[in-house]
């Protein structure tokens, strides 16, 4: 694990770590003279999907930037226990509880980033359907409400692309199909 400077507007640092399997994005901010540590881990859940499995808050006893690495990685073996256990149940269904001044999307970005690099999110081109799934499960996991932008913007493709490939999902049975309620759709 390594401390980056954060993109969050109220956290100094951010550590982004890929530990068998599963992503731990953790943010660090100074609330009234403590140093929080704000946890969020993803993985593979036992059905094949991504979930979000925890998400969590513990002040710090660090003063320093070495202490609070030093701190985490001590945490580190029983909160991949915990998300360990969140995944064998089928993690998080609920979206992401921001803590204040933390970016969602910024959030989502580090995720997907890393679960990319780790091949969960699918690397075969045949089963790019599988790939999207997971995407769109990752988004909905972190609350996302512009998943077409995001995951084109991801990806590097035009959002008609998208567009096309969660529909395909969708007939896949990989996601919930959209509805219209009242003129609204539901489920994008």
């Not at 226990?81 to 959030?107: H, I, K, N, Q, W």
């Not at 590097?156 to 896949?172: E, G, Y």
Request: with cysteine.
């Amino acid at each position: 694990m390594e401390l980056r400077q954060a993109s969050s507007p109220r956290a100094i640092y951010k550590i982004e770590s890929l530990e068998d399997g599963l992503v731990v994005v953790i943010e660090l901010e100074w609330v009234d003279e403590v140093l929080s540590s704000h946890w969020s881990v993803s993985g593979v859940v036992s059905n094949g999907r991504v979930s979000l499995l925890l998400q969590l808050r513990i002040g710090l006893s660090a003063t320093t930037e070495t202490e609070a690495l030093a701190e985490c990685e001590a945490k580190k073996t029983t909160i991949l226990t915990l998300a360990r256990d969140s995944a064998e149940a089928g993690g998080l269904r609920a979206p992401l509880v921001l803590m204040e001044g933390m970016d969602r999307f910024e959030l989502a970005k580090a995720h997907m980033s890393l679960l990319d690099r780790a091949f969960l999110l699918g690397q075969d081109r045949k089963a790019l359907n599988v790939r999207t799934a997971r995407q769109y499960e990752v988004c909905k996991a972190f609350g996302l409400t512009s998943v077409v932008q995001f995951l084109a913007a991801f990806e590097q493709v035009p959002i008609s692309t998208i567009t096309s490939r969660l529909a395909k999902s969708r007939d896949a049975g990989l996601i919930p199909k959209t509805r219209k309620v009242s003129g609204e759709t539901i489920g994008r």
